[in-house]
C-alpha cells in the first residue's frame, strides 16, 4: 500500500495539554497536508508543508517534516475539547500524476 | 462547507439503480474531485476534473462515471448501485495544480445501498 500512516491510531487527552501524532509514507513527496475532520462533517484543511521546508506553524499548530525519515509530526498545543476530531495527512507524491495519498488518520478525544 | 455543496447529504437507494450526485462550487476553481471515504480505508479518489469537460480516472473508478459540463459542477454517476458502493461520497476542490493551499471538501453525500 502506498498510504501514509499515521500513528497513534487514537488519542486521549485533557484540555490544556499538547497532542501529537505523526505521518509516515513511503516514497519521495512534493508535499504533505494535514487536515481534521469532525465527526459527520468534510475535511479541513490545516496546513501543508513543502518537501523544502521543515517546520510550519499556524496559530496553535506546528508541523515538522523530515524528509530523510519519510515523516512528519503535527502538534496541537493547549488543546481545547473543540479539537476532538479525527486528523488525517495526505501526501502528495512526486511524480508525473503527483497523486494525493492519504492516511487511515488519528482519532484525537480531548477530555474536558 | 463555504463554497462548495454537495446534494443530496444522505440517499438510500436500492440495488441495481443509477445513482447521480452532485457537487457545486462558487469559487470558481479549476480542480475538482471525487472520494469515498470508508473504514479502513480512509480517502480514495474515484474521478477528477482539470477542466471543463476534462476528467480522468482515479484508484476506484470501477462503477462509477462523472460529468462536468460547467466550472461549477461536477457530477459522480453510479451507473449501477451496488452494496459494496454503500460509503461516504466526498467533494474537494482545489485552485490550481500545485495544490499550494490544499483541498476544500463538502460536506459529503451519506450514500447507502440496499
Known amino acids: 500500500s502506498q498510504q501514509g500512516e499515521e500513528d497513534p491510531q487514537a488519542l486521549s487527552i485533557q484540555e490544556g495539554e499538547n497532542a501529537t501524532m505523526n505521518c509516515s509514507y513511503k516514497t519521495s513527496i512534493n508535499n504533505l497536508q494535514w487536515y481534521r475532520q469532525n465527526s459527520g462533517r468534510g475535511l479541513v484543511h490545516l496546513i501543508l508543508?513543502?518537501?523544502n521546508e521543515r517546520e510550519k506553524h499556524s496559530g496553535r499548530l506546528r508541523v515538522t517534516l523530515d524528509t530523510s525519515k519519510k515523516s512528519s509530526s503535527l502538534l496541537i498545543t493547549a488543546s481545547r475539547a473543540a479539537d476532538t476530531a479525527s486528523y488525517f495527512c495526505a501526501t502528495e507524491y512526486a511524480g508525473n500524476n503527483r497523486k494525493l495519498i492519504w492516511g487511515l488518520g488519528t482519532s484525537l478525544a480531548v477530555n474536558p | 462547507d463555504a463554497g462548495i455543496t454537495q446534494s443530496p447529504r444522505h440517499k438510500v437507494t436500492e440495488t441495481g439503480t443509477p445513482v447521480t450526485l452532485r457537487c457545486h462550487q462558487t469559487e470558481n476553481h479549476r480542480y475538482m474531485y471525487w472520494y469515498r471515504q470508508d473504514p479502513g480505508h480512509g480517502l480514495r479518489l474515484i474521478h477528477y476534473?482539470?477542466?471543463?469537460?476534462?476528467?480522468d480516472k482515479g484508484e476506484v473508478s470501477d462503477g462509477y462515471s462523472v460529468s462536468r459540463s460547467k466550472t461549477e459542477d461536477f457530477l459522480l454517476t453510479l451507473e449501477s448501485a451496488t452494496s459494496s458502493q454503500t460509503s461516504v461520497y466526498f467533494c474537494?476542490?482545489?485552485?490550481?495544480?500545485?495544490?499550494?493551499?490544499?483541498?476544500?471538501f463538502g460536506s459529503g453525500t451519506r450514500l447507502t445501498v440496499v
Open positions: 508543508i513543502r518537501s
Open positions: 476534473s482539470y477542466g471543463v469537460k476534462d476528467t
Open positions: 474537494a476542490i482545489s485552485e490550481n495544480r500545485d495544490r499550494a493551499y490544499g483541498y476544500t
